[in-house]
């Protein structure tokens, strides 16, 4: 055993040897115990200060007691109660271990060596990583000048553009992370009437129940007319659920049922299933945090554009900010006191950090230390 183990990068595919794994952020294991139960402001993931209604709760605690069993491997009850919520058919619906499985999945069956994959310039980390992973070739459409209205926020007219013959997948999201940034319906609708039918067009919609509907509509309404179309959503944001692992595609029966082919027969667990069946019913739960979260974006905005610094537009549940050159130096003296946020250098915005809303004194507590540090 003195002899110095393989090269394993070199057995890897093509398209893995250049991958690099995607960042999570801080360890956050680390941090929660140097500073004590409870007391870390954790303002990096973008998750839901707020957490699933008592009901959800109660459900979760329920399946408990069928943890021994295998999980329902079609997700039957949950893609009924998200098929009648969005008026679709259950056969349009794939669930998915969150949606970053099923958005690596799209690569993985569509896209490969040979094929390119579109997506934009300060676009979710994930699909440059789907695209890579699949040994695509991935074209980058540069965003909006930061001078534009949705600064950094995707240029659909050069996402079209960039698709070539040889294009099978784009990704786009609305709103994006990390810049918080949408595109309005009309817009969608000329992006997708520019999309040849052989390109799948991927919309993750994240954070779509975060969004007012006066500013960002769901794409949902045009799947009937664009079969190449699939929108992806998550329990892991509004639905303060991140912990549990759920997400959906909706999508042409046709086009979920090749992707079926390569779902790992028990990807979604049992207590994600009885939990997002609850917390879906629990509308008026979603509206409390729909309005917290509308009302804590705005108050954090305000404050932080009262400091003078520039806050991207956002409809999610976090705010790109840009700190300048002093923007590394201010995350660690954060992270000093306690204050966990996300570096953007790894998206090409290192003069930006990017603050997830907080609930009330979350967000004061950010606030304080950023004073303290400034
Ligand atoms: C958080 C997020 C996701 C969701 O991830 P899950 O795997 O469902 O937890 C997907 N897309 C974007 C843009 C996100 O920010």
Known sequence: ?????????????????????????HDLVTLRSQFGAGQLIELGSNENPYGPSPRTREAI????????????PLGGELKRALAKLHGVAPEQIL?????????MQFAQVFAGPGVDVVASQYGFAVYALAAQGAGAMLRI????PREHAMAHGHDLDAIAAAVTATTRLVYVANPNNPTGTWFGADAFATF???????????????????????????????LARHPNLIVTRTFSKAYALAG??????????????????VRESFNVNSLGLAAAEVALDDTAHLQWIFDRNTEQRASLADALRGRGWFVY???????????????????????ARGVVLRPMGGYGLPECLRITVGDASENRRLLQALDEVL
Request: charged share 20%; net charge negative.
């Open 1 to 25: 055993m003195t002899e110095a183990p393989p090269d394993f990068e070199t057995f890897a595919q093509p398209g893995i040897q250049r991958l690099r794994a995607y960042d999570p952020g």
């Open 61 to 72: 605690l329920d399946a408990l007691h069928a943890v021994h069993r295998y999980p329902d």
């Open 313 to 335: 537009p956002s409809q999610t549940n976090f705010l790109l900010v840009e700190f300048g050159p002093r923007s590394a130096g201010i995350e660690s003296a954060l992270i």
């Open 192 to 222: 997708l009437s520019r999309i040849p039918d052989d390109v799948l067009v991927v919309i993750d919609e994240a954070y779509a129940e975060l969004a007012d509907p006066a500013e960002v509509a769901s794409a949902l309404p045009l």
């Open 141 to 144: 459409a540069d965003a909006f």
């Open 244 to 261: 549990l692992r759920i997400g959906y595609a909706i999508a042409h029966p046709r086009l979920i049922a090749v992707m079926e082919r």
């Open 95 to 103: 669930l998915g271990n969150g949606s970053h499985e099923l958005l």
